[in-house]
């Protein structure tokens, strides 16, 4: 039996067996609307939701507070259209008749199955040994992100089998393989046109070849201006114009090393694909075309507000891309033996996410406030703010800044270096090295996660919270695009690890309201905008802050000495 | 053995594993405040396997992530466990393997961990000879796992039936080498050390574990044919007995009547490692003891449930006037 249909097995069983922990709770983020989507077209034959929302309690979404996405496109009757392309819900319309929301998911597990032999098949393509292979397509195919999205209601996963499939028929000039799969790409889902457009150049050799290309771009433009009546539905041109360069910094370190929604906690085996970027030259031709063709992809992602992928599993937009970077990963494990000296760690991990995961799917969703699930699990249990120490890119801190040369020392001081082979001994004694000093580094966590920081943010786990609420509250579309805090009224309290000294505390308030930090009260004036004001800690250790009067909303205190 | 630059490199980073754990301790246990120890038995493991070593990090997240104690010290013994379960030669090996190099060596190191936490409980002539024997086994042998079994059940009290079971078991050796490496019977061996007192003398323990409710404490200490009557509160289902000084009474000796039924009991302290050779008791049939102590040194008291009869408003206890003078009944509390 072939290695791929091995995997293929396994994949089916897996993937068999995670689906029905996933219907734990209720489909979330973009799934019910993918899924109206195809109800409306199993029971009604067209795209209009209008029906859907009236009755939506009836609907298989398990939903009942759906209501249309903001900026949905509607009908000049009243028709009420999904901002999502119609593909994949025209994709699940089998499953779904055959047995309702769990046979739409299998569709998408099915196409998990097939993007696992697609995956296999590539690897052994682009020369990848059998012996990687089974170290590491496990840790792929089986760990975050595929396995996530492999068993819910999104583009991604079909979208990363047409991409792999694409970039297979481009390298063994299989025009019948690469024009089915990158026209199902760019059905799937309009901004991965991104990705087809750079492959345009390695297809197009004759004037047949660029009218198909040519059709293959504009049919699914013509698709969602028949449905919305914009050619680019909610998005803009615009978009792609590129913006302030802070933006693509924050963006790209997110991605790579964010705690909630970074590759280095979600899905570390690609590091080791992120670390094959440098050694550019001696990789496999597959991960250079997939590099090249994610570039204006991942350029017009990395300034965007949702860079994290917003109300969804983590790495939500790079599932697409994760294919190519497992193979860079795989070239590198097998290139240069000092890489294997990070398998173990990252084997722990990624299986310790993926069991996270299935036991409480519902955890796969944060509200992306700067905390991680480690972090506040760690939080709660302490009292002490250990979110600070994961790097946060989306609600920025030290740890942001701190990250980045720690990964560079870390990748100076062990990672493979250009053309290397170390001898077998060599390699183990940088073995030895590496659990040490995550020994080490993990003891210093732990020792400074349980002292005060230097800031507070008063929404996080470590906040004991005696009343008041959430701001903005936790279902709020776009929650990210806010700055998030605690709303207080007369009464309420916080008690929080803090060092003495002074602070600056960051609030909002429509009238004068008056807190009390342990035992010195401060009146703080109306402000409608955020304001500033200095408050005072007298002790180093646990404080209680009140409010006395009034209703605020506190963002954050931070130590000024 | 390794060469010499391997073995200068594991034990630069035994002395940094043991330091990074003792600052990781987070807890105040003698398997917790033994994190160091673990951490350079695992290094020490490490030697042939380097990949063994991340262990060190699992101990101390295990130590720092898991509040609730038993399924702290659960998961710091699986992180061990594994380790040591990572030296046997897999059966595609025939045999070879890094720990099949040196079945004596961890034959040591597992029965320090199994017997000498808390070190401060640890009569070290005593434990010498059981280690000898059993590292002798293993040397004889090439294999681990007879060792350490005999190792986990010889008794230090009296040393002498340890002598005897280990100079037997010696002999024996050179005709059981057939007995293959068994990397799960020797994972259920290790992964139970936080409590291996239990495992070795109170197995039925992790069969018929006991349990304890809401008490209300009464603390008597009945005499041999002494009678007593007490109000039974509202709500109290059972009785919880033990005996004093009665470890020598044979299983099912009756200690006293609660009126009119019988009741057994075993001595309060049978199963602590001094005396447990030397009883005759057994554990409870309704378990109600508290597992007390830690590593080899673990031991549940022999309190024993009796449930009331229903409705009942008081009860008359008395004492068996045949038992020994010494012995004594003791009522510890309604529950």
């Not at chain 1, 199993?42 to 939506?56: E, F, K, S, T």
Request: glycine fraction near 8%; proline fraction near 7%.
């Amino acid at each position: 039996m072939s290695l791929a249909t091995r995997f293929t097995i396994a994949a089916v069983v897996v993937y068999a067996l995670v689906l029905p922990t996933q219907l734990q709770t209720p489909i979330d983020g973009d799934e019910p609307f993918y899924l109206l989507v195809t109800e409306s077209i199993v029971h009604d034959h067209d795209l209009d939701l209008a029906n859907q929302y009236r009755d939506i309690a009836h609907t298989d979404t398990g939903r009942p507070d759906l209501v249309p996405q903001l900026g949905d496109p509607t009908g000049p009757h009243g028709e009420q259209y999904s901002r999502h392309e119609p593909f994949l819900p025209l994709v699940m319309v089998p499953g779904y008749m055959l047995f309702g929301l769990p046979g739409a998911i299998a569709t998408i597990a099915l196409f998990g199955v097939l993007l696992v032999r697609s995956l296999v098949r590539w690897f052994e393509d682009e020369g990848i040994s059998d012996a990687t292979i089974r170290a590491l397509m496990p840790l792929i195919v089986f760990g975050p992100p595929i396995l996530f999205y492999a068993v819910r209601i999104w583009p991604e996963v079909p979208a990363a089998f047409c991409f792999v499939e694409a970039i297979r028929g481009i390298r063994q000039r299989r025009a019948q393989r690469w024009i089915p799969a990158l026209f199902a790409l760019v059905l799937l889902k309009l901004r991965f046109m991104l990705l087809a457009v750079m492959l345009l150049p390695f297809i197009v050799r004759d004037r047949k070849r660029a009218a198909i290309a040519a059709a293959m771009l504009a049919i699914p433009l013509l698709v969602v201006w028949l449905i919305s009546g914009s050619a680019t539905n909610v998005h803009t041109l615009r978009e792609l114009v590129p913006v302030a360069p802070m933006l693509y910094v924050k963006g790209l370190f997110g991605l790579m090393l964010d705690g909630a929604a970074g590759i280095a906690f979600q899905a570390p085996l690609y590091l080791l694909g992120i670390v094959a970027f440098a050694h550019w030259r001696s990789m496999p031709e597959g991960f250079r075309l997939g590099a090249i063709a994610s570039l204006i992809y991942v350029l017009t992602l990395l300034p965007r507000a949702e860079w994290h992928g917003g109300w969804s599993p983590p790495l939500r937009y790079i599932v697409v891309l994760m294919p190519v970077l497992a193979l860079g990963a795989a070239a590198l494990y097998e290139q240069v033996r000092s890489a294997r000296a990070w398998l173990a760690p990252i084997v722990i991990w990624t299986f310790g996410i993926a069991l996270h995961g299935i036991a409480r799917p519902w955890s796969l969703f944060h509200i992306a406030n700067g905390e991680n699930n480690v972090g506040e699990y760690l939080s709660t249990l302490y009292h002490s703010d250990f979110s600070r120490l994961f790097p946060s890119y989306i609600r920025p801190n030290f740890a942001a800044i701190v990250a980045p040369l720690a990964v560079l020392l870390a990748l100076l001081t062990f990672a493979p270096r250009g053309g290397e082979k170390v001898a077998l001994s060599e390699a183990k004694g940088r073995m030895r090295g590496v659990p040490i000093l995550a020994a080490i580094a993990l003891a210093l966590f732990f020792h400074f996660g349980k002292l005060p920081g230097d800031r507070i943010e008063f929404e996080d786990a470590h906040v004991t919270h005696n009343g008041g609420t959430l701001y903005p509250y936790e279902y709020q579309v776009a929650r990210f695009l806010y700055r998030g805090g605690w709303m207080m009224k007369g009464g309420d309290s916080l008690s929080f690890l803090a060092k003495r000294g002074s602070y600056v505390l960051f609030y909002a308030s429509t009238e004068p309201v008056v807190i009390d930090i342990s035992g010195r009260a401060f009146h703080l004036d109306a402000a409608p905008t955020y304001a500033v004001t200095l408050v005072y800690v007298p002790v180093t250790g646990r404080v209680t802050l009140r409010c006395l009067n009034g209703s605020i909303n506190l963002d954050r205190m931070d130590r000024r000495e | 053995m390794p060469d010499k630059r391997t073995l200068l490199i594991a034990i630069g980073a035994a002395i940094a594993a043991a330091i990074a754990c003792f600052f990781a301790v987070a807890f105040g246990t003698p398997i917790d405040r033994a994190l160091p120890f673990l951490a350079v038995v695992i290094v020490a493991l490490s030697v042939w396997r380097p990949w063994v070593a991340i262990g060190v990090p699992l101990l101390i997240v295990a130590e720092n992530v898991f509040f609730d104690e038993p399924t702290r010290l659960l998961a710091i013994a699986i992180v061990v466990a594994l380790a040591f379960v990572s030296q046997f030669p897999s059966p595609r090996s025939r045999g070879e393997g890094p720990g099949a190099r040196g079945p004596a060596f961890i034959t040591l190191l597992a029965i320090l961990i199994l017997r000498w936490i808390p070190f401060t409980n640890v009569v070290i002539w005593r434990e010498l000879i059981i280690l000898t024997g059993a590292v002798a086994v293993a040397y004889v042998m090439n294999g681990v796992n007879f060792a350490v079994l005999l190792a986990l059940y010889a008794p230090a009290w009296p040393i002498k039936i340890a002598i005897v079971l280990f100079a037997l078991a010696i002999l024996a050796a050179f005709r059981l080498k057939r007995i293959r490496w068994n990397a799960p019977a020797f994972a259920l061996l290790l992964v139970f050390f936080p409590w291996s007192g239990i495992v070795a003398r109170g197995w039925r323990a992790f069969v018929h574990p006991p349990r304890q409710g809401q008490r209300l404490e009464l603390r008597y200490a009945l005499k041999p044919g002494t009678t007593m009557t007490i109000d039974v509160p509202e709500h109290a289902e059972a009785l919880i007995v033990s005996g004093a000084n009665t470890q020598k009474l044979p299983c099912n000796t009756i200690l006293g009547w609660m009126n009119g039924r019988p009741v057994i009991a075993s001595d309060w302290g049978f199963m602590r490692r001094e005396q447990f050779f030397a009883s005759r008791n057994c554990y409870p049939c309704d378990p109600a003891g508290k597992i007390r102590d830690y590593g080899w040194s673990a031991w549940i008291d022999g309190a024993t449930r009796i449930p009331l009869p229903y409705g009942v408003k008081s009860i008359r206890i008395a004492v068996n006037p045949q038992l020994p003078k010494n012995a004594l009944l003791q009522i510890e509390a309604f529950e």
